[in-house]
């Protein structure tokens, strides 16, 4: 991820800060649109400080970092440490393709369920980038251009948050209220939605990790 991907994103959850607080608060503390927040402007800070030393890796780890030490909760600890483990599987010359999108997703998507203990359909974020990580496996890809995949992975991405609705929450605040928490989307999920929705959007328009 480029410091511009990067400030696709920050904008993007700048903009749907009360929206996010809104989601929390029907079935949280109401703080996550602070916390994702919180995180994206120690985010700009770090990037501010890479001082042209810019690529996939260096960027992510920078904005995991950012986001451990700057933001509380679940959301902190899990979106930081998901950054890290993409950042450690890329090398310098990372390009931007569906098997790169995989490794980086899989490698996110691995270290949330070992520090969270969740699995697909328990309302949080994993609903959101489980379905986008498995567009990007092999088998989904033949035949199919990047900007294909790139649709297909924010329309699953955005079924994924849709589905968390019809889900109990199993984990987190959410967790206690239980049936209560069926009819609202998981505002974890949906801050990933618009992560994604901000990346996709970056990339189809540069061409460029
Ligand atoms: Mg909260």
């Known amino acids: 991820m480029t410091r511009d991907a990067a ?6 959850i700048l903009s749907e800060k009360d929206f996010l607080n809104d989601l929390d608060a029907k ?10 927040v919180r995180g994206a402007t120690a985010a700009s800070d770090a990037l501010n400080e890479l001082n042209g030393d810019e690529n996939a890796k260096n960027v992510l780890q920078a904005v995991g970092n950012a986001v451990i030490m700057n933001v509380g909760g679940s959301a902190g600890s899990l979106y930081g440490a998901g950054l890290l483990a993409a950042a450690e599987i890329l090398d310098e010359n990372a390009v931007l393709n569906a098997k790169t ?14 520090r969270g203990q969740a699995k697909l359909g328990d309302k949080t974020l994993l609903d959101v980038l489980i379905p986008i990580r498995d567009t990007f496996k092999a088998e ?22 849709e589905l968390t609705k019809s889900l109990i929450a199993k984990k987190g605040r959410a967790a206690a209220f239980g049936k209560d928490s069926i ?4 505002p974890g999920a949906a801050s990933a939605l618009i992560i994604f ?13």
């Open 7 to 12: 400030t696709a994103v920050i904008k993007a």
């Open 27 to 36: 079935i949280g503390d109401g703080d996550h649109g602070l916390n994702m």
């Open 101 to 114: 999108l995989e490794n980086v997703f899989s490698a996110a998507v691995n270290e949330i369920q070992r």
């Open 140 to 161: 989904n890809c033949v035949g199919k251009s990047f900007e294909t995949l790139l649709t297909e992975a924010r329309d699953a991405a955005r079924d994924g948050l």
């Open 183 to 186: 009819g609202f989307e998981d």
């Open 197 to 209: 929705r901000a990346l996709c959007g970056f990339w189809k328009d540069s061409r460029r990790f």
